[in-house]
């Protein structure tokens, strides 16, 4: 019983501690927990309509700039097994999760 009290202390209080935090806070412990963890993500070029090119991302995260006002460029930003650093267009890029 005392090692189940262990376990469920820490947990409860945990939740208490982010129920307790903005939504802003959340989405923040969030990014720095998949930071962590990272995911394994599949990212396609696309132009009309046709993949043209694919890249692995291992453990690793996909991010956007952003300018001085904050507003999001138009370009994501990762590095890739194949070829290191890739930099590709928003609105030309799509981007699975690749499941084991």
Do not use: H
Not at 31 to 47: F, H
Request: charged letters at 30%; aromatic letters at 10%.
């Amino acid at each position: 019983m005392k090692r189940y009290v262990q376990k469920i202390i820490p947990a409860v209080l945990a939740l208490v501690l982010l129920a307790a935090c903005t939504e802003e806070s959340r989405n923040k412990l969030s990014r720095q927990a998949d930071n962590w963890v990272g995911e394994d993500l599949k990212v396609s070029y696309v132009d009309n309509g046709v993949v043209v090119k694919t890249w692995t991302v291992k453990d690793g995260k996909i991010t956007s700039g952003k300018d001085d006002q904050g507003r999001v460029l138009g370009y994501y930003f990762f590095w890739s097994e194949e070829t290191g650093y890739v930099q590709l267009p928003i609105e030309r890029t799509i981007i699975e999760e690749i499941k084991d």
